[in-house]
């Protein structure tokens, strides 16, 4: 497999941290953003013989977002995974807004500040780790409203984004239903089966594949 530069947002535990370690064992360089780095990406870099390269990011914030860009020293990027996101427990207006900006506007941030440095990569791609709770189609029990909006918001980035530049294939990703500290121990997915649908489907994508809303194993959703 041709060695690329991957940048994966919320690596250091959970999905992020899954993707971080396969992409890695496929070859490529990875840059992992992370608020806090935790023992096992600290241990994963420490092993990588430079590959993996762990820099500070809170995607909530305009300034840390320009520093993590600013940090990352390769002249182009080929895959973006924006996978950092949270689950809040509660529903108040300050908690969609805070899901909002995490969850949607996080992966405009940093998309916007890399979109140069996709530019330069022969097949650029961009994989938006969504939730099947953002499909309005979907919804047929309410609940979890901020996370419902964020990821529906994060949606309607993918799509947008995939019509304002055709020459970047551009998915939202539902990982399924994942065993971490969000998805619990009760999921029925482990998180290495799920980041290695998520690889394949965003490395096999084509083209044509560019604003959908698929699953972990590349099965479309509805919107
Ligand atoms: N697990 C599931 O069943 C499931 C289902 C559907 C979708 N998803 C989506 O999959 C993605 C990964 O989830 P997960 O299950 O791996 O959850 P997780 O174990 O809770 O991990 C979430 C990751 O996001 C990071 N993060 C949260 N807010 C951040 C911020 N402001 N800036 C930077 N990083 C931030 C966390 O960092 P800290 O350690 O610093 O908090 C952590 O690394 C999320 O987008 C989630 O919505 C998960």
């Given amino acids: 497999m041709e060695k690329k530069v991957f940048v994966i947002t919320g690596a250091n535990r959970g999905i992020g941290l899954e993707l971080t370690r396969q992409a890695l064992n496929q070859g490529h360089q990875v840059y992992a953003g992370a608020r806090k780095a935790s023992l096992e990406l600290r241990d994963l870099a420490d092993r990588s013989s430079g590959a993996l390269r762990i820099v500070d990011l809170d995607v909530s914030t305009d300034a840390s977002v320009k520093k993590f860009a600013d940090a990352i020293d390769s002249d182009h990027v080929d895959v973006l995974i924006n996978n950092a996101g949270y689950y809040a427990d509660q529903d108040t207006a300050q908690t969609v807004l805070d899901s909002l900006n995490t969850n949607a506007v996080g992966p405009v941030r940093v998309t916007f500040a890399l979109m140069a440095k996709l530019k330069k990569s022969k097949s650029p791609?961009?994989?938006n780790i969504t939730s099947q709770m953002g499909s309005i189609a979907d919804n047929s029990?309410?609940?979890?409203?901020?996370?419902?909006?964020?990821?529906?918001?994060l949606n309607m980035f993918t799509k947008t984004l995939s019509l304002d530049e055709p020459n970047v294939i551009v998915l939202s990703l539902h990982p399924g239903w994942v065993q971490t500290s969000m998805g619990g121990a009760r999921a029925p997915l482990a998180p290495q089966a799920s980041a290695e649908g998520l690889l394949t489907v965003i490395q096999k994508s084509s083209a044509g594949d560019s604003g959908k809303f698929l699953t972990y194993n590349g099965k479309d959703l509805p919107w």
């Fill in 125 to 127: 791609r961009i994989g």
């Fill in 141 to 153: 029990s309410g609940g979890s409203l901020a996370y419902r909006m964020s990821k529906t918001a």
